[in-house]
């Protein structure tokens, strides 16, 4: 078992917890790779770069009305390292995922989702769970580069920036 950097995106419906999400996300990974992304008027063409051929067309417009309803049109993408991550074989989707990283992001759902109004799943924490996630988000996320901005915490980003937006 080695350690596992991957990379995820809290949504903007979730900007009113979204301190309390960083805490979670911190209290057990090294949280890094803070950016904030703007998406005004590209709600679309952003899911579909980061869930590329994984979501029918018309849940990517569904979904993408939620983001579009929010008066925050940021996006945070981040980075967590999880030490010794252990693996198991998802038989229907056939391909290994991170035991702990879909406990995380289960855990912060289930924690907020009750606060969402019209709840689906997904829309308060995207996290890649295996390497193939992890190439996606990267490479759909460095498309929208020139509207990244750096999210500074010293409080909360204690790990060094591998994932270099210029």
């Known amino acids: 078992m080695k350690d596992l950097k991957l990379y995820g995106i809290i949504w903007n419906v979730n900007y ?26 590209c709600e679309e063409e952003f899911l579909k770069e980061v869930y590329p051929d994984v979501l029918p067309y018309e849940y990517v417009v569904y979904k993408a009305s939620f983001l579009k309803k929010n008066d925050c049109n940021y996006v945070l993408l981040f980075s967590i390292t ?15 995922y991170c035991v702990e990283a879909k406990k995380i992001k289960n855990t912060i759902r289930k924690k907020f989702k009750h606060l969402v109004k019209d709840y689906v799943e997904d829309i ?7 390497a193939d996630e992890n190439e996606i988000i990267l490479n759909g996320v460095k498309l929208y580069k ?3 901005q750096e999210f500074k915490d010293t409080a909360l980003d204690k790990g060094d920036r591998d994932f270099d937006i210029y």
């Open 16 to 41: 009113c917890f979204l301190n309390e999400t960083l805490e979670i996300l911190n209290k057990y990974n090294t949280l890094s790779d803070l950016y904030l992304i703007d998406i005004a008027d």
């Open 146 to 148: 020139n509207r990244m």
């Open 124 to 130: 308060i924490i995207h996290l890649s769970d295996n």
């Open 82 to 96: 999880i030490p010794k991550a252990k693996f198991n074989y998802n038989s229907k989707e056939q391909h290994d």
